[in-house]
């Protein structure tokens, strides 16, 4: 069955150095991947969109990376913050039965960024 | 401003009680869902809309319902039937004709089974 996986712990930086976050996919071909942002008891903001026919993508302090061959996207933070602190998910589109384009989520990775 | 409105924030219920969660959008999109979210897991989908009129089960339907009538509205039911209920529920819309578009979420509303 197709799984999304995002590391289930917390990852713990200082601010000021270079947030990695993984997104790791197996039984999956997806046409695009996207990141997004959720603060606590909030809903999801979209930060980023990669296409399969892309390798890297970047926007200010962020950028994603897309390797369909690894089957894994990485999404940094540079220069990171105390208010970059948060869950990012990412959400993965392409051609489940149906041709429905709806992205599946993974669960999340907390990142926490220290003064 | 445009965006996704969710209400209530709060819900509690009692067992065997059905409830319905509002979602409005103001957004002119065609398509809307809704997802549910519990600790340590993903969103699943639960339904989703294309178009004013239809609607199709997503990934956990059973024990939900919901209804479009109007392009602007999406309301969910949570019925009895649903055996876990209690859990965070997100309602979403995408602009029309991208299949790669972002999902723009409402803030969730929060059902507590008493």
């Known amino acids: 069955s197709q799984k999304i996986e995002q590391n289930s712990e917390a990852l713990n930086i200082q601010e000021g150095k270079t947030a990695t976050l993984t997104c790791n996919y197996t039984?999956?071909?997806?046409?695009?991947l996207q990141w997004y942002r959720q603060d606590p008891g909030r809903g999801p903001v979209f930060l980023l969109l990669?296409?399969?026919?892309?390798k890297e993508k970047r926007k200010e302090r962020l950028k994603v990376t897309f390797d369909t061959t690894l089957k894994q996207s990485l999404f940094h933070i540079t220069a990171s913050q105390p208010a970059d602190s948060a869950t990012y998910l990412c959400?993965?589109?392409?051609?489940?039965?149906?041709?429905?384009?709806?992205?599946?989520f993974g669960r999340g990775t907390s990142l926490i960024v220290h003064p | 401003d445009g965006g996704i409105t969710q209400s209530p924030k709060y819900l509690f219920r009692k067992e065997g009680q059905n409830v319905t969660l509002s979602c409005e959008q103001n957004?002119?999109?065609?398509?809307m869902y809704w997802y549910r979210q519990d600790p340590g897991q993903g969103l699943r989908l639960i339904y989703y809309?294309?178009?004013?009129?239809?609607?199709q089960k997503g990934d956990i339907a059973e024990g939900y319902s919901v209804s479009r009538e109007k392009k602007e509205s999406f309301p969910l039911t949570v019925t009895s039937a649903q055996k876990n209920p209690t859990a965070f529920y997100l309602c979403?819309?995408?602009?029309?004709?991208?299949?790669?578009?972002?999902?723009?979420f409402g803030e969730g509303s929060r059902l507590t089974v008493l």
């Open positions: 979403a819309s995408r602009i029309p004709g991208k299949r790669d578009g972002e999902l723009f």
């Open positions: 039984n999956y071909s997806p046409a695009y």
């Open positions: 990669i296409r399969e026919n892309e």
């Open positions: 959400a993965l589109g392409g051609f489940p039965s149906g041709g429905s384009y709806i992205p599946t």
């Open positions: 957004l002119n999109h065609d398509a």
């Open positions: 809309s294309q178009i004013v009129n239809d609607f």
